[in-house]
């Protein structure tokens, strides 16, 4: 299979720190608590990628469960992670994204619990978010534009 390009365009709202994400034509708001200097119209840029590792790893259970012969009745991801604002707001020397990250995996299946750690097992080891999050080369920008 060749190699997948995936693509987020996302613009400022113009109104406070909102901004709007256009995903494959789906629109998603990102915004920030009153507290961070948002109106809380949607889930913040942390809570996205928390989302995503959970959306990730229920994509993946679902789609691998019939190879390890489990039978799904229901899957559920909850995904935590500590951040200290100190860090992007630099007042404090420690890093701006998280400090831990933090999931805990329910699967409702009556099939062998063996087969049921051998998917997790599985899904774990191939989550491209999971992978992400253990760090990715980074690309510098290109064409800033300043007007």
Request: a negative charge; hydrophobic letters at 35%; one cysteine or more.
């Given at each position: 299979m060749p190699k997948l390009t995936f693509s987020s365009d996302v613009k400022w709202s113009g109104e406070g720190v909102r901004s709007v994400a256009d995903i494959n034509g789906k629109q998603v708001i990102i915004d920030e608590p009153?507290?961070?200097?948002?109106?809380?119209?949607?889930?913040?840029?942390?809570?996205?990628?928390?989302?995503?590792?959970?959306?990730c790893i229920n994509v993946l259970v679902s789609l691998f469960a019939s190879h390890h012969g489990v039978e799904l009745k229901g899957v559920q991801v909850h995904v935590e992670g500590d951040l200290d604002p100190d860090g992007f707001m630099e007042k404090a020397d420690v890093r701006p994204?998280?400090?831990?990250?933090?999931?805990?995996?329910?699967?409702?299946?009556?099939?062998?619990?063996?087969?049921?750690?051998?998917?997790?097992?599985?899904?774990?080891?191939?989550?491209?978010?999971?992978?992400?999050?253990?760090?990715?080369?980074?690309?510098?920008?290109?064409?800033?534009?300043?007007?």
């Open positions: 009153p507290v961070l200097g948002g109106t809380d119209q949607g889930p913040n840029p942390v809570e996205l990628v928390l989302a995503a590792l959970g959306g994204g998280f400090l831990e990250i933090r999931y805990h995996i329910d699967i409702d299946s009556p099939s062998d619990p063996k087969n049921v750690q051998a998917l997790i097992e599985h899904v774990e080891r191939v989550c491209p978010v999971k992978d992400t999050l253990r760090g990715v080369p980074t690309v510098p920008i290109t064409n800033q534009k300043t007007s």
